[in-house]
């Protein structure tokens, strides 16, 4: 998940960290970017695998906040139903609008 400066910020704040010692323990560098660490399967480390849930949910980055809505799930219908195979929460609860979708995508585009 790539984050900005002010995103790092709220998740130390969120978390109880010293944000010298958050960026070392939770962020790593790509190239000019910033993105949270991973587990060795790709999970964001605020992931909790057991409950299926974010324990940073409140304070999540912008990435995450506009997920599904991103550019490489809506492509096709193929890469929706992916999205929808490989994240259970896609495809459920609140339908949105294609205004409300289109709104999202032009925040993030991953």
Not at 21 to 46: H, I, M, Q, T, W
Not at 82 to 100: E, F, I, R
Request: net charge positive; glycine share 8%; charged share 25%.
């Amino acid at each position: 998940m790539w984050v900005t400066n002010e995103e790092i910020a709220a998740l130390a704040a969120a978390v109880g960290e010293d944000l010298g010692a958050f960026e070392d323990k939770y962020v790593r560098r790509v190239g000019a970017r910033k993105s949270l660490k991973e587990f060795p399967n790709g999970d964001c480390v605020f992931f909790d695998g057991q409950t299926r849930r974010c324990t940073v949910y409140e304070a999540r980055p912008r990435q995450c906040r506009t997920w599904p809505f991103w550019d490489s799930n809506l492509k096709t219908p193929e890469d929706w139903k992916h999205t929808c195979q490989v994240c259970p929460g896609s495809g459920q609860g609140l339908l949105h609008s294609l205004a409300q979708i289109e709104a999202q995508r032009k925040v993030m585009k991953v």
